[in-house]
């Protein structure tokens, strides 16, 4: 009886490179039907924030750090904050201080999550200094980058600054949004749209 200790065959690199660009345009269309159902549905998400949470770039850079620790991660509230500028429910002001609030709102939750996991670990303790790392890079990375920003977006340096999408992709990406979005907004509330989105 003879052993094959060959390794197991593996996919071609051809393939592997298609698979990981398919997963990688997916994710792309996902985030973007993400933005577009939160945006959508961005003026009913703002009915469940405190009154007169957002009117200040104080108050709006809380509501992200609160909004994050509440979901548990700053992506969806960072995708929220522009989805309130493209809406223009929010200046770019204070969708900016949201989206620096749910960084340091996100490291705040590696840092509670590392502390559960250290409580109930029996050894290879670890975490609340993973957490803590966290916390301390995305402070020293976030807060100064916080006065910079408002004082670039204060004092209207920014304002010529425009990005766009290329017209040839533009009018493909539209449609195939358009039409996952009209879907949805004939099943869901506005508010659903938006905590789907999210």
């Known amino acids: ?11 071609p690199a051809y393939l592997r490179v298609a698979r990981l660009s398919l997963l990688i345009l997916l994710s792309l269309y996902l985030f973007l039907l993400s933005l577009e159902l939160i945006k959508g549905g961005a003026r009913s998400l703002l009915d469940w924030f405190p ?27 960072a995708a929220t904050a522009l989805a309130f500028l493209d809406s223009e429910i929010l200046d770019p002001l204070r969708s900016f201080s949201m989206v620096i609030g749910s960084r340091l709102g996100a490291s705040f939750v590696v840092l509670v999550v590392g502390l559960a996991y250290d409580l109930q670990a029996r050894r290879d303790k670890g975490g609340v200094y993973v957490g803590a790392l966290a ?9 100064p980058a916080f006065f ?28 195939a949004l358009d039409r996952a979005v009209c879907e949805l907004q004939g099943t869901l509330p506005e508010w659903g749209e938006a905590l789907l989105g999210v």
């Open 1 to 11: 009886m003879t052993i094959d200790a060959s390794p197991p065959s593996r996919r």
């Open 135 to 143: 916390l301390i890079t995305t402070a020293t990375v976030y807060v």
């Open 148 to 175: 910079l920003g408002y004082a670039l977006l204060d004092g209207g340096w920014l304002e010529g600054l425009r990005f766009g999408i290329p017209g040839w992709l533009k009018s493909p990406l539209d449609w």
């Open 51 to 77: 009154q007169n949470a957002v009117h200040t770039s104080r108050g709006a850079l809380g509501m992200g750090w609160l909004f994050s620790c509440i979901v548990l991660s700053g992506s969806p509230v």
